[in-house]
């Protein structure tokens, strides 16, 4: 193997370290919604902005990310995101101190700022490094660590913060001033895992800052602004379908916990386990099924194919009960798989001085995981049923159906 050889395989290897590792943060949201929700007796919409601070860093966040990339390269974006992620992870300990729900969405914040840098850096990067053929494959390959970090997340997460509360027979015997204090002391317990985590991301950061990495310039070209880069339809459709895309999944994995109980009357720590043991696995596996379906079908009509099932279980998990219902979702997951970085590859497609602009927009789209879960989560607290709310999930595949179908076709610009 050529030295250039190498030093490419070794660096996918390190960026797909990326992509386990803001998979197992985001997954720990589905595990902070229950968490919060009881320590500071919140509504489901209320629970909904822990999403919402983390997903509204992606569309504020996107552009600075596009422009330290195109400034100063792919490695200084990697190692400023891994900063900030770091950050973010030790501030859950003053948050926890200071017992105030604001101070954790101001961590989740400052997380998500890093990652959003992260990700609009890691996507593209692992797309660009290599054969431009295999561009979608590769991206999905890498994207299926997320998938592992969907299973062990929630798992982990589940029994170093849900198993440190009181039940809710506990509570409910307690004065005013004691439960107050009990839940207090529940907030608390995800100050370890948080500075577990920030230390690793510490580490990961000065591997990172010593570490060379080939340094991949895109062509130059007139790609000077948001508006030049929208006039690519395919790009603006992906844009949309990414933002209800990751509606979608939000949406699906964060409320899991909560539907669990509803649908199947679970109890927590057993729908973590359903959430990490069943969707995640069923997530990583179907990331990697999907990059080796991709070699006998087109991703777009695999995307298709996949967006047109889930609407319909959607329906499934709306009227069904009992655990058909969690296996509806389990099998949501699945097939959400590819979603991301095939809508990201599809994209960002012949883009040419455009691809960073686009890349940008597209990581913008994930806002959808900021707006959207509150309306599922407000049709919940409306209807009194949180399977109702799959009504919203199930229109956002209905339009990744369609991008699938007609949107991600390149049309020529005049």
């Not at 660590?145 to 039940?167: C, H, Q, Y």
């Not at 964060?254 to 057993?270: G, M, N, Q, T």
């Not at 597209?362 to 049709?379: D, H, N």
Request: proline share 4%; hydrophobic share 55%.
């Amino acid at each position: 193997m050529s030295n250039k050889a190498a030093s490419t395989r070794f660096a996918f290897v390190m960026i797909t370290s990326l992509f386990f590792m803001w998979g197992f943060v985001h997954n720990l949201d589905p595990i902070l919604i229950p968490h919060l929700k009881k320590s500071f007796s919140l509504t489901t919409l209320q629970s909904s902005l822990i999403d919402s601070s983390v997903f509204i860093a992606y569309f504020v966040m996107a552009l600075p990310a596009g422009y330290i990339m195109k400034v100063y390269g792919y490695k200084t974006g990697i190692i400023t995101g891994l900063c900030l992620f770091a950050i973010g992870s030790f501030l859950f300990i003053p948050a926890a101190n200071t017992q105030q729900y604001i101070f954790f969405l101001m961590a989740l914040f400052i997380i998500a700022c890093g990652l959003t840098i992260l990700e609009t850096a890691a996507n593209p990067y692992a797309s660009l490094l290599g054969d431009p053929s295999t561009a979608t494959q590769r991206l999905n390959f890498a994207q299926s660590f997320n998938g592992l970090a969907a299973t062990v997340a929630p798992i982990i997460g589940a029994r170093m913060i849900l198993t440190k509360g009181f039940s809710d027979e506990a509570l409910a015997g307690m004065t005013a001033a004691t439960k107050k204090m009990a839940l207090a002391s529940e907030a608390a317990s995800v100050k370890t895992p948080y500075f577990i985590l920030g230390s690793i991301i510490v580490l990961i950061a000065i591997i990172f800052a010593f570490i060379k990495l080939p340094e991949i310039r895109e062509k130059a070209g007139s790609g000077k602004s948001i508006a030049h880069t929208l006039r690519h339809t395919h790009l603006r459709w992906a844009v949309a379908a990414q933002f209800f895309y990751v509606g979608a999944q939000v949406s699906v994995f964060s409320f899991f916990i909560l539907y669990a109980i509803k649908a199947a009357d679970l109890e927590r720590v057993r729908a973590a386990d359903y959430l990490g043991w069943g969707c995640g696995i069923a997530f990583m596996i179907g990331r990697f099924a999907g990059t080796f379906f991709m070699k006998f079908v087109k991703p777009s009509t695999l995307l298709a194919a996949y967006a047109a099932i889930n609407a319909l279980l959607c329906i499934g998990a709306i009227v069904l009960h009992g655990m058909i219902a969690i296996y509806i979702v389990i099998g949501i997951a699945f097939f959400m798989s590819i979603m991301f970085p095939t809508i990201f590859s599809l994209g960002i497609k012949d883009l040419d001085a455009d691809t960073e602009m686009g890349s940008s927009l597209i990581v913008m789209a994930i806002v959808g995981g900021a707006l959207i879960p509150p309306v599922l989560a407000l049709i919940s607290d409306i209807t009194n049923n949180i399977q109702v709310g799959y009504i919203v999930p199930f229109f956002c595949f209905c339009l990744v159906f369609y991008f699938g179908w007609k949107g991600h076709r390149i049309v020529p610009i005049e």
